[in-house]
């Protein structure tokens, strides 16, 4: 099992920035990959930032250029530096990881807000 939880959501300005973190624990060692994941409202969760155990990372292209995914193995910490917000950012962004053996886990989200 691996539990996440995340925090660094908030409100901000039209162009500023916000750090997402997710915290994992548990069976760390089963992790393949570790992503975030939005839901705005009325619209379906997309993958918005993706990193692999080989350090390998992927975005979705909304946010090419504006947002950066990171690990710290020794914190067992992914991030999510979000610059550049606009108010189509505004989401519950939710961490995941997905195991070797396709196992995937959730955290509970928290919410960003991007308005002035």
């Known amino acids: 099992q691996v539990q996440l939880v995340e925090s660094g959501g908030g409100l901000v300005q039209p162009g500023g920035s916000l750090r997402l973190s997710c915290a994992a624990s548990?069976?760390?060692?089963?992790?393949?990959?570790m992503g975030w994941y939005r839901q705005a409202p009325g619209k379906e969760r997309e993958l918005v930032a993706a990193?692999?155990?080989?350090?390998?990372?992927n975005y979705v292209d909304s946010v090419k250029g504006r947002f950066t995914i990171s690990r710290d193995n020794a914190k067992n910490t992914v991030y999510l530096q979000m610059n550049s917000l606009k108010p189509e950012d505004t989401a519950v962004y939710y961490c995941?990881?997905?195991?070797?053996?396709?196992?995937?886990?959730w955290g509970k989200g928290t919410l960003v807000t991007v308005s002035s």
């Open positions: 995941s990881a997905r195991s070797f053996s396709g196992m995937d886990y």
């Open positions: 548990g069976s760390i060692r089963s992790i393949n990959v």
């Open positions: 990193i692999i155990s080989g350090g390998r990372t």
